[in-house]
């Protein structure tokens, strides 16, 4: 009821005959109040924690570079070779910043490798892919 008498209709969500007797009433302005100030913190966590949202803070996949493996010796040494990426998410400048290891003829003469068999590629990013590491595993002997 307002002031004048005339009788108001309840929000949807106050529901005074759900609650029971002993419960403490709520306000109507403090319920509506909060619920707003919810919303981003449960939208941001459910995008999180989503399946659409895989990877988002922290990716390591490992995919092989080719497919036939048929005839493909296993090798017993293997050497890595990274790149990295640096990328400023908060422009629309496209700004980033890419630098690798070493060579890869280098790296295998480190290594003692002398006929590479097949490689990796192992893929590492953080934070919606603000820092991103791609390193290719050559195995051979």
């Known amino acids: 009821m307002t002031d004048g008498g005339a009788p108001t209709k309840e929000p949807y969500w106050f529901k005074a005959s759900a609650r029971p007797t002993n419960a403490p009433a709520l306000s109507r302005s403090l319920v509506p109040a909060m619920l707003p100030s919810f919303r981003p913190a449960v939208v941001l966590l459910a995008l999180l924690l989503s399946g659409c949202a895989n990877g988002r803070l922290y990716t390591d996949v490992v995919r092989p570079r ?3 493996f048929n005839a493909t010796p296993i090798g ?3 050497f890595a070779v990274a790149q990295h990426r640096l990328k400023e998410p908060l ?3 496209n700004l980033s910043a890419e630098w ?5 003829k280098n790296a295998a003469d480190k290594a003692g490798v002398s006929k590479i ?3 990796d590629t192992r893929t590492q990013s953080y934070l919606f892919e603000i820092y991103r590491r791609t ?3 050559f195995h051979g002997e």
């Open 66 to 68: 080719m497919h036939e």
């Open 76 to 78: 017993t040494k293997s």
């Open 91 to 93: 422009t629309r400048l």
């Open 100 to 104: 690798n290891d070493s060579e890869v």
């Open 117 to 119: 068999y097949y490689t």
């Open 135 to 137: 390193t290719i595993i």
